[in-house]
């Protein structure tokens, strides 16, 4: 079976690895893994300056989801593998430039504990009086698709939507709580509403059934369980998520990777598929798309026009991140913790600030501190025109404004200084997302051989990319197998 794929970010290469995989247990599996730029990885792309790990793309992935740490295992990398430093995990909203610690008890933008929900400054007396009605919001029928703004204000209040949700969710999808799906984002609260009514309500229920598993599962002798020891919300590599790419770059077959070779046509054969890049063409039996939706839904759409245009609806947004070193010698005292998210109310660029090396402990040498700014987003794509030294300045500025000119002089310059621009990299779930999934996966069951892997369709992280390029890759070989029998 000859199969190509079209892009070498994380679900190709996990697509490529897993081909690989069935080659060298004797199946008879070819593949051409086609990327359009020089290097593999694509939104991936981590380099080591001075010692320290500068992350361009992604910096970790999230523990919860086994598919990248197995796979980091299967690879060898297993001693890579470090949690984030919960210990010192504290989050800050900027409020009117001031920073403001998310309270304690907020579980998935659900505020669980009256206490910290009551003393927190991040909210008004009218939202607070708010979250307490909550407890008696009645059960409603799961019915159309919202966006998540429209749910959380429902519950919450504007206010919740301003300063915890959009923050929230422009840090992790770059994206709008006004245009991103509840059903696909937070299928777990629209349960809740179904079930319980109240967001809260349906949390505390969730928390304590998990505790009481939790003691179900203790031995009945009394001996002291072993503690679970520190977990890590997030997983990162010691070295940068890049030692990931390598690693599988270096399991598979060199001679079929076709880098700078970016797929210009696909036309579908009586026997299967014809691929043409470069100005030449190759035929295949199977085809795993694991470039960006739009590209796909481009070549995709002579072959099946609605199957096209609908991957060509799935929004994306444009981000960049801002990387400076520091010597912590030109810094006063950072606020503990990992970093802050601002509010798009706040009318500023920078949509998030890191602090690398509080949250991953080892990836910067001693001394050295080094923030790490996300900008862009669906509110603000038009930063990606700028130059690097404007972006830079954006951010010294910003932060300067932000943490205050004790704790970021204005003497103090980076030492080192990376932009990254990352161009329409990062899908968005919008309203509707899960019809138009059922939709995509009908149009694609009646095209035999034609696999769909990568972030946007059943999750935006890491994992779930690892998760959808291995499985494309597993089926193709399963149907083999099956015509072999
Ligand atoms: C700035 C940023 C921060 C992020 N942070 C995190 C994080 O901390 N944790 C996390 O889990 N996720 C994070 N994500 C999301 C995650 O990194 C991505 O969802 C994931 O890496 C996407 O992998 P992919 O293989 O689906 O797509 P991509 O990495 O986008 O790869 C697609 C590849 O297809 C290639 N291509 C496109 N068209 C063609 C063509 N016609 N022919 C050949 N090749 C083509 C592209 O060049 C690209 O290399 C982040 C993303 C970004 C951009």
Redesign the pocket.
Known sequence: MRTAI???????LSAAYELEQSRRSGAPVEYRL????ARL????ASEVVNGAVIEG??????TEKPAAAELCRELGLGDQLTLSNDADRKTYIVVRNRLVPLPDGLMFLVPTKLVPTALTPLFSLRTKARMALELLHPPRSAGQDESVAALVERHFGAEAVDRLADPLLSGIY?GDAAQLSARTVLPRLVEMETKYGSLTRGMLAAHQQMRARMSAAKPASGAATKPAGPRGIFTTLRGGLQQMVDALEARINPAWVRRS????ALEKTAAGWRVT?NGAAEDFDAVIF???AW?AGA?LEPVDRVLGEELRGIPYSS?I?VNLVYDESQLGRLPEGFGFLVPASEERSMLACTFVHRKFLGRTPPGKAVLRA?LGGMKNASLLAEPDEKLVATVERELREILGAKTLPAEARPEYAQV?R?QR??AQYAVGHQDRMTRIRERVAALPGLKL????YDG????D?IRL?RGAARELAATLAAVER
């Open positions: 079209i892009g070498a970010g994380i679900a190709g086609y990327e359009s730029r990885g694509g939104s991936i793309g992604p910096d970790s992935f999230i770059g070779t970016a797929v210009t890049a694991a470039s960006p590209a070549l981000s991140t996300f990254a990352w990299a990062m892997a990568g972030n946007a935006i992280g890491i994992p990319c390029g």
